[in-house]
């Protein structure tokens, strides 16, 4: 079986295929190293409830916090999506099932399907990039003790 080789960017840098699109490597290392060692699991997402401000129409996740009725308003599924922590992909309840599943590890921060495969699963697909990554986070930690 011929290894696949990775195209490499005008900067010297692996691109990887994400999505249609080719992004280079230097522009998802550090999302991949905020997201690697975390308990991802496979969910469907589902939309949650938003409180909407009155008056200038911004939107946050509603998590049982106290809000003003008259400033606010509580909207049942008003949080319609999320997006990769690593690529930013909408992950929502509508779509192919690509967009409507995801790895999540508390069902607020998510990573898609594409992401999870070639950074994060036990064998991804990009493990020689991501070794290389956690080579360089033990230098880092071994040299401020």
Not at 56 to 68: A, F, I, P, V, W
Not at 88 to 94: A, C, E, L, S, V
Not at 132 to 139: G, I, K, M
Request: glycine share 8%.
């Amino acid at each position: 079986m011929r290894k696949r080789r990775k195209r490499e960017d005008e900067h010297g840098g692996p691109t990887i295929p994400l999505h249609g699109g080719d992004w280079q490597w230097a522009h998802l290392r550090d999302e991949v190293k905020q997201c690697l060692g975390r308990p991802w699991r496979r969910q469907e997402w589902r939309p949650r409830d938003a409180v909407v401000n009155r008056a200038t129409g911004s939107m946050r996740e509603y998590l049982g916090q106290t809000y003003d009725s008259e400033r606010a308003e509580l909207i049942r599924g008003g949080w319609d999506h999320d997006h990769c922590e690593i690529c930013t992909h909408k992950i929502w309840d509508r779509g192919e099932e690509e967009d409507r599943f995801g790895y999540t590890t508390d069902g607020r921060e998510w990573v898609c399907t594409q992401c999870y495969r070639r950074f994060l699963a036990p064998n991804a697909e990009c493990r020689d990039l991501i070794a290389a990554l956690q080579s360089q986070q033990e230098r880092e930690d071994a040299s401020r003790d």
